[in-house]
Structures are given as structure tokens and as C-alpha cells.
């Protein structure tokens, strides 16, 4: 049959099956070499409709290209195993994105803000330098050595963890994960593992609740009120994990102290 006849049968467009012979894709049965012009059999109805639903789901043409080439079922799957988990995860991304959209379009009630002083302390600490986009797998990896390190009877505490401002501002920076311990605490000498003392500091306290995904709100209500309140002295801000997943797999019940360090300008401790 004639390009057209199996444009319509297949919906897609002319332009699309000239680019998918090009590609290597879909190739015509014939192509008449005087004219140029492409024919196309019945049987190549089923493929072009099982090509259209790939493309449909926005899998690459090279991709396609080896699920349609490929005899083996288990290579087929894999692959659009692994491209269905990439749009499970951007389509993730997008609800929270719209659903944070919606909280910045509404107005919010000021937030719940504390003043305090984090006295001084002996921790067991993981710190590195790291970039941005490789905080999480690094904090993956150092909860890992810290609870290997310090055996529950140890802490004194949640976990927390302290982050320069530059691995916001620059991309890379200073990261600190730690667990408050007594002084000649129980410490398994692990490669990475530093027994520190750290100083009192003065913190502007804030409670974010649920999803990590967006803390980042809070951190910018946060540092308004600071902005409004008291003057920022130091560079590093402070996390206490109170309730994460470790906890409970539920979103809504996670907890987490943002501090930032500031120098109080009233006596008044909230507002």
C-alpha cells in the first residue's frame, strides 16, 4: 500500500514515517528506486501501532529502535521497565512542584519560629566537602557509617547535620552529619568517623513537616523571619531529623529542625 493508505491506517503522519525510515525504525517493504516512493505491507500495521505507543510514553527513538530490533522478551521489558520508572519519577516531580505552586499562591500564616541556644557538645561526626547533586547518595552513605559507628545506647539524640551555605549558594560545600554522644561514649573507630566538640550557637528554630521535597519552603520562610528579626551570623545551618522514613514510611508524619545561626537583636524568643 502507498505511505498514505498506511498513514491513515496507523495515524501517524507521512512526515513521521519518513523520519522513522530514516531513523531505522520503520522501514518501508519497498522503495521504488526511480520515484523515491515508499510502500508499506499489512503486516507492518502491528508494528507501526506498537512503535506509535512507545513514542507515546516519549521513549527515545534509539531505544525504540532496540526494543523493535531485539527477539529477546526480557531485553524488551527491561527497557521499558527502566523508561516507565523515569516517568513515574518526572511525573512525581511535577505533582510536587504543582502542589508546592499551590502553597506559594496562597497565603500563609506566619511561621512558628524558636529562639535557642544550642549549648555546646561532643558528637561522633561524618564531614566531607561535596556537591549538590551528590548529597543525598553521600548522606545515604554516611547514616550508613554513623549507625555502624554509634551503637543506640551511645546517642543522645536524633540525628542532625550541619550544611555550609556555599553548597547552596555555589554548588559545593562543607557537610556534616552527626549523633550527639557523651564524653567517653562508646564510638566504634570507623575510617571517617571524627569525635568532635562543637560550640554553643545561638539558632532561629523552624519545624518542617512532611516531605523533604519541600523543605526548601521552609527554609525560605525561615530565612525571612531571620531577615526581619535578627542578624545572620554564620554560614552553616543546622537540620535535626526528628521523625524521617527511618521512622515511618508515612510523608505526612516526618519532622525536621531547620536552624539557622543568628544574633538575637530583642529578648523576645518567638513570634
Do not use: C
Request: hydrophobic residues 40%; charged residues 25%; glycine residues 6%.
Amino acid at each position: 500500500m502507498t505511505i498514505g493508505d498506511f498513514a491513515a491506517l496507523t495515524h501517524l503522519s507521512i512526515r513521521t514515517l519518513r523520519h522513522y525510515h530514516q531513523a531505522g525504525v520503520l522501514e518501508p517493504a519497498e522503495v521504488d528506486p526511480s520515484s523515491g516512493y515508499r510502500r508499506y505491507t499489512h503486516e507492518q500495521i502491528a508494528t507501526a501501532r506498537v512503535i506509535h505507543r512507545l513514542r507515546e510514553l516519549d521513549l527515545p527513538l534509539p531505544q525504540v529502535k532496540t526494543i523493535m530490533a531485539t527477539d529477546d522478551p526480557s531485553q524488551r521489558s527491561s527497557i521499558i521497565a527502566e523508561h516507565l520508572q523515569r516517568l513515574e519519577a518526572e511525573l512525581l516531580r511535577t505533582r510536587s512542584a504543582v502542589t508546592a505552586l499551590h502553597r506559594l499562591l496562597q497565603p500563609e500564616p506566619d511561621p512558628v519560629v524558636e529562639l535557642r541556644t544550642l549549648p555546646a557538645r561532643h558528637v561522633a561526626a561524618v564531614r566531607a566537602s561535596v556537591d549538590h547533586d551528590d548529597v543525598l547518595d553521600w548522606y545515604d552513605a554516611a547514616v550508613a557509617v554513623l549507625d555502624a559507628a554509634v551503637p543506640p545506647a551511645s546517642r543522645r539524640g536524633p540525628l542532625s547535620g550541619r550544611y555550609a551555605n556555599a553548597l547552596f549558594a555555589e554548588g559545593t560545600g562543607s557537610v556534616s552529619l552527626e549523633y550527639t554522644v557523651d564524653h567517653g561514649a562508646r564510638v566504634n573507630p570507623l575510617a571517617g568517623v571524627e569525635v568532635l566538640e562543637l560550640p554553643a550557637v545561638e539558632l532561629a528554630v523552624v519545624v518542617h513537616e512532611g516531605d523533604h521535597g519541600t523543605i526548601d519552603e521552609s527554609y525560605a520562610r525561615l530565612g525571612s523571619w531571620v531577615g526581619e528579626h535578627a542578624l545572620t551570623i554564620g554560614d552553616v545551618v543546622h537540620e535535626t531529623y526528628l521523625v524521617g522514613p527511618r521512622d515511618t514510611s508515612e510523608p505526612t508524619a516526618w519532622r525536621t529542625e531547620i536552624g539557622w545561626p543568628v544574633l538575637r537583636l530583642s529578648s523576645s524568643s518567638t513570634d
